[in-house]
């Protein structure tokens, strides 16, 4: 099972990917009535494996991190050349409604194995020898 551990790092990863859309998708909805606005969407949430290990900090300051878990991912604009009203605003709130759904989904997927493997390590830890 600690081979496994990984899918609780992609499992958090997830977690925190399906919280920064669903930030990005309420700045789309907040912003529905601002004139010139585009609708923005992170890329798709992948899984990719480190060619290199990655770098640690051993004081304070010396590797910047974005402390933001939308600086993480990249912001993409996610209209399709369609701007829906006459201001030149390109939300549809219909399609950002369904885009929160998406997020919300990510997020219960993510919790749902986060819970199933500790579910099962605290079995592992718990069977009688």
Known sequence: ??????????AS????YAVARHRVVGE??????????RARDLEPFSVEKPSEPAMR?????HIASASA??????????DGGDV???????????????LAGDARR?????????KKAMDILRTSIAAPR
């Open 57 to 61: 900090a051993t004081r304070v300051g």
């Open 84 to 98: 829906l009203s006459p201001n030149g605003n390109s939300v549809s709130l219909e399609e950002q409604m369904l």
């Open 28 to 37: 789309n909805i907040a912003n529905a009535d601002t004139p010139g606005f």
């Open 69 to 78: 878990d939308a600086g993480r991912y990249s912001i993409v604009t996610a």
């Open 106 to 114: 990510q997020h219960s997927l993510a919790t749902s194995i986060y």
């Open 1 to 10: 099972m600690l081979g496994n551990l990984a899918l609780l790092k992609n």
């Open 13 to 16: 990863e997830l977690s925190h």
